[in-house]
């Protein structure tokens, strides 16, 4: 089974970018499609963005299409999400997860989660 871990996290202003990393260990990063979820204070988590196990099919949620960019290396067992152009309602946890090949976009079709990452933007 895969084991991931998120960093990248961290405090920026509103328009500001940081670099997300997924590191996995434990498998064969290219069996997995990964995908990137956030969960805000009082509020469910929600599906960020995905990609399929080898970059050719990637989706977005609408609230971030264009500002944020999903990718993977997996010569480097690592993933990826860009997030730029920042806004105070961005602000939440982001978890990186796992699942079988193919991609998903539904929380409970990945079977395999980080411990999460905090991304706070102040206005």
């Known amino acids: 089974q895969v084991q991931l871990v998120e960093s990248g996290g961290g405090l920026v202003q509103a328009g500001g970018s940081l670099r997300l990393s997924c590191a996995a260990s434990g498998d064969t990063f290219s069996n997995y499609a990964m995908g990137w979820f956030r969960q805000a204070p009082g509020k469910e988590r929600e599906f960020v963005a995905a990609?399929?196990?080898?970059?050719?099919?990637?989706d977005y949620a609408a609230s971030v299409k264009g500002r944020f960019t999903i990718s993977r290396d997996n010569a480097k067992n690592t993933g990826y999400l860009h997030v730029n152009n920042l806004r105070p309602e961005d602000t939440a946890v982001y978890y990186c997860?796992?699942?079988?090949?193919?991609?998903?976009?539904?929380?409970?079709?990945?079977?395999?989660w980080g411990r999460g990452t905090q991304v706070t933007v102040s206005s």
């Open positions: 997860a796992a699942r079988w090949f193919t991609i998903a976009t539904m929380s409970h079709d990945f079977a395999f």
């Open positions: 990609i399929n196990w080898n970059g050719n099919n990637i």
